[in-house]
């Protein structure tokens, strides 16, 4: 009779469950579930994230609507501003985190532009410091620029401010600053999201 060596099991070593697989289990555990966390939180917070844009997108709509065809009313651009904020509020802290410009052009190639300056005084286009506005509305080599919006001072945005009236063009732009909605962008050294939305439309 041959008598073969007999080996005990170690601890662990050999049985399913044992304490060596179970602090295997664990390690894998810490380790990837800090990474499934961050994960998800980064999903959930890229889908706020684009909610928020989409509900912004709405809102310069909605307001854009209702500006072109309100240009009558009085209260038109108290009522934009409730529209808008009604919509947005729900997500941001607060009413201090919505800006709101609206500016009038009389055409869609004035959009954005500056108001005329005289190019022999101001070649670099500009009108800084003491400046003189044309009488008359053009240029005529005796002033500096020609005040469109009316406000008397050169602009490097020529709009009005407001909603404009018939058949002006008028471009909504409305800005929302905000927090994140969870702590995982400061990781990445974000502190704030800004969100901006611009619309053109022409009041009827």
């Not at 050999?14 to 939180?41: F, H, K």
């Not at 684009?50 to 072109?68: H, I, K, N």
């Not at 500009?126 to 620029?145: E, F, H, I, P, Q």
């Not at 732009?173 to 939305?197: D, E, K, M, N, W």
Request: hydrophobic share 40%; charged share 15%; glycine share 14%.
């Amino acid at each position: 009779m041959i008598a073969l060596p007999w080996k005990g099991l170690r601890p662990g070593s050999g049985r399913p469950g044992g304490d060596g697989q179970s602090g295997v289990v664990g390690l894998e555990v810490a380790i990837i579930l800090p990474v499934l966390l961050l994960l998800t939180a980064g999903v959930i917070e890229f889908a706020l994230m684009m909610m928020t844009d989409a509900e912004l997108e709405m809102a310069a709509r909605a307001a854009s609507r209702y500006g072109m065809v309100n240009y009558g009313s009085a209260s038109r651009d108290q009522a934009i501003a409730q529209l808008i904020d009604q919509r947005l509020l729900p997500w941001v802290p607060g009413v201090g985190n919505i800006v709101i410009d609206i500016r009038s052009y009389t055409s869609f190639s004035n959009v954005g532009q500056p108001e005329p300056v005289d190019s022999t005084r101001h070649p670099n286009g500009r009108c800084d410091g003491s400046c003189v506005a044309c009488k008359g509305g053009a240029l005529n080599g005796t002033c500096d620029y020609v005040d469109v919006n009316g406000n008397g001072h050169w602009d490097a945005d020529m709009g009005r401010s407001g909603a404009g009236g018939s058949g002006d063009i008028v471009l909504y732009t409305i800005t929302v600053t905000r927090p994140g909605f969870s702590g995982i962008l400061h990781l990445a050294g974000i502190s704030q999201l800004v969100f901006t939305r611009s619309v053109v439309v022409q009041n009827e």
